[in-house]
């Protein structure tokens, strides 16, 4: 059964950066594009960006995170990053990462996916 486990969420002040980090198991991690997304208390989750298969085409979709995160894979560790820098309090949600089955372009929406993990916390405040 596959399992997504995210980790490096925490408190950052403004202008701050983290990295999360979301390790896969129980299948083959190169046959899956992933995701990032994030949830503010209160409001629908959020497509942030999404990552191929191999790592060579990447789907930013969220205007607020651009030039800001970047996602990224290592197939030999079953592990996708989300490195963010410059971090605003409007970044502050739940950040969690999923899987989609397939050699195609990550999907731009919650539907596309097939897996989630349970998120981590992320919260940016002086």
């Known amino acids: 059964q596959v399992q997504l486990v995210e980790s490096g969420g925490g408190l950052v002040q403004p202008g701050g950066s983290l990295r999360l980090s979301c390790v896969f198991s129980g299948h083959s991690f190169s046959q899956y594009a992933m995701g990032w997304f994030r949830q503010v208390q209160g409001k629908e989750r959020e497509y942030l960006v999404g990552i191929n298969y191999s790592g060579s085409s990447t789907e930013y979709f969220a205007y607020s995170v651009a030039g800001r995160f970047t996602i990224s894979r290592d197939n030999a560790k079953n592990t996708v990053y989300l490195q963010m820098n410059n971090l605003e309090p409007e970044d502050t949600a739940v950040y969690y990462c999923?899987?989609?089955?397939?050699?195609?372009?990550?999907?731009?929406?919650?539907?596309?996916?097939?897996?989630w993990g349970k998120g981590t916390l992320v919260t940016v405040s002086s």
């Open positions: 999923a899987a989609s089955l397939g050699v195609g372009s990550p999907p731009m929406n919650e539907n596309g996916y097939d897996y």
